[in-house]
């Protein structure tokens, strides 16, 4: 059932979760709990597939960027890149909480969450004048929602996602207001994260006439996606979005062949660098093989790996690239 690609995902997630164990002995008697083991296995079924129907969120899609076109907005692309937390915390069936559409059955953002970050990015990271920051936001404790209306970031395709685990070591201290002490065993906590590569179409409106300040916030939530993050745990890297860049020659080839390995240009890259290479080296059409060299290596610079490669395979595929002079 879980594996089924139609229908909501979410609603699968959220109301057939199954792990919860009465204990009918002793002290706990009568209370419901989830067994770390099941709560693992239940994430790593849905880690194993693609949530969502593509052909309702294309159809999403479509109305959303009908819906910005009509108002005069900005619709931006983002990519996921590295694992992206959202809605931790929530209550929720498995006692982790993730953020589902209703209706969609995936992973999204709230628009609520993106304006807060970017509110957070101008007054803690941004010298920005208070002025500004009511006009964009709203002034605090106001009815005034400032002059952007921010939408839901939505997944445009189907979404991959993948288990990670946190290890807290003061349990106690966190539950049970013990101190924290070196004799707490850590505990390791199981939940889902979006997996890295995966497109999110984000959507600014403005409110009245405020077309200028549409453009200035689009600039803002680059920056924000880019330094801060978005969802949970951004301190320890997680959350972080780069824009979509426009489809090339290069691009199409290295999603195509990412496709038949069920994975991303940026995994492929990162993952199968001699697979990769001997592709690109068969690759007979010289101008493509110049495309795809350029995005191998616009991917490799965005990983931040093109001038410091850390394996000994990346290092010598990396250096083929270097020394490869076009025809």
Same mark, same amino acid.
Request: glycine share 8%; aromatic share 10%.
């Given at each position: 059932?879980?594996?089924?690609?139609?229908?909501?995902?979410?609603?699968?997630?959220?109301?057939?979760?199954?792990?919860?164990?009465?204990?009918?002995?002793?002290?706990?008697?009568?209370?419901?709990?989830?067994?770390?083991?099941?709560?693992?296995?239940? &994430?790593?079924?849905?880690?194993?597939?693609?949530? #969502?129907?593509?052909?309702? /969120?294309?159809?999403?899609?479509? *109305? @959303?960027? $009908?819906?910005?076109?009509?108002?005069?907005?900005?619709?931006?692309?983002?990519?996921?890149?590295?694992?992206?937390?959202?809605?931790?915390?929530?209550?929720?069936?498995?006692?982790?909480?993730?953020?589902?559409?209703?209706?969609?059955?995936?992973?999204?953002?709230?628009?609520?969450?993106?304006?807060?970050?970017?509110?957070?990015?101008?007054?803690?990271?941004?010298?920005?004048?208070?002025?500004?920051?009511?006009?964009? &936001?709203?002034?605090?404790?106001?009815?005034?929602? #400032?002059?952007?209306?921010? /939408?839901?970031?939505?997944?445009? *395709? @189907?979404? $991959?996602?993948?288990?990670?685990?946190?290890?807290?070591?003061?349990?106690?201290?966190?539950?049970?207001?013990?101190?924290?002490?070196?004799?707490?065993?850590?505990?390791?906590?199981?939940?889902?994260?979006?997996?890295?590569?995966?497109?999110?179409?984000?959507?600014?409106?403005?409110?009245?006439?405020?077309?200028?300040?549409?453009?200035?916030?689009?600039?803002?939530?680059?920056?924000?996606?880019?330094?801060?993050?978005?969802?949970?745990?951004?301190?320890?890297?997680?959350?972080?979005?780069?824009?979509?860049?426009?489809?090339?020659?290069? *691009?199409?080839?290295?999603?195509?062949?990412?496709?038949?390995?069920?994975?991303?240009?940026?995994?492929?890259?990162?993952?199968?660098?001699?697979?990769?290479?001997?592709?690109?080296?068969?690759?007979?059409?010289?101008?493509?093989?110049?495309?795809?060299?350029?995005?191998?290596?616009?991917?490799?610079?965005?990983?931040?790996?093109?001038?410091?490669?850390?394996?000994?395979?990346?290092?010598?595929?990396?250096?083929?690239?270097?020394?490869?002079?076009?025809?």
């Amino acid at each position: 059932m879980i594996a089924d690609p139609r229908g909501n995902t979410g609603l699968r997630f959220e109301k057939f979760c199954n792990i919860w164990d009465c204990d009918l002995s002793g002290k706990r008697w009568g209370k419901w709990e989830i067994n770390a083991k099941k709560r693992k296995e239940w &994430f790593e079924q849905f880690a194993k597939i693609k949530t #969502g129907d593509a052909d309702l /969120l294309e159809e999403a899609k479509e *109305r @959303r960027e $009908k819906l910005i076109e009509c108002f005069g907005g900005l619709k931006i692309l983002f990519q996921t890149k590295g694992p992206f937390i959202t809605g931790i915390g929530r209550g929720s069936q498995d006692g982790i909480g993730f953020a589902w559409h209703a209706t969609l059955g995936v992973p999204y953002l709230p628009g609520s969450s993106i304006k807060g970050m970017i509110r957070a990015w101008a007054e803690e990271w941004q010298n920005m004048s208070r002025d500004e920051i009511d006009r964009l &936001f709203g002034p605090k404790d106001s009815r005034n929602a #400032g002059s952007v209306i921010v /939408l839901d970031a939505l997944p445009t *395709r @189907r979404v $991959k996602l993948q288990l990670e685990v946190m290890t807290p070591h003061y349990r106690e201290y966190y539950t049970r207001d013990e101190p924290p002490a070196d004799w707490h065993s850590p505990v390791p906590i199981p939940f889902l994260a979006v997996k890295e590569g995966q497109e999110f179409l984000f959507g600014l409106l403005p409110r009245g006439e405020s077309r200028d300040d549409c453009r200035k916030m689009a600039e803002y939530l680059t920056h924000a996606l880019k330094d801060i993050g978005a969802g949970a745990k951004t301190a320890v890297g997680y959350g972080r979005f780069h824009p979509k860049t426009p489809s090339t020659k290069g *691009r199409e080839w290295l999603e195509s062949l990412s496709q038949k390995q069920a994975t991303t240009p940026e995994e492929l890259v990162k993952n199968s660098p001699n697979y990769l290479f001997d592709s690109w080296t068969a690759i007979g059409d010289n101008e493509l093989k110049i495309a795809v060299h350029a995005e191998i290596k616009r991917i490799y610079e965005d990983l931040g790996i093109w001038d410091n490669p850390p394996t000994k395979t990346q290092r010598k595929v990396v250096q083929e690239y270097r020394e490869w002079v076009p025809r």
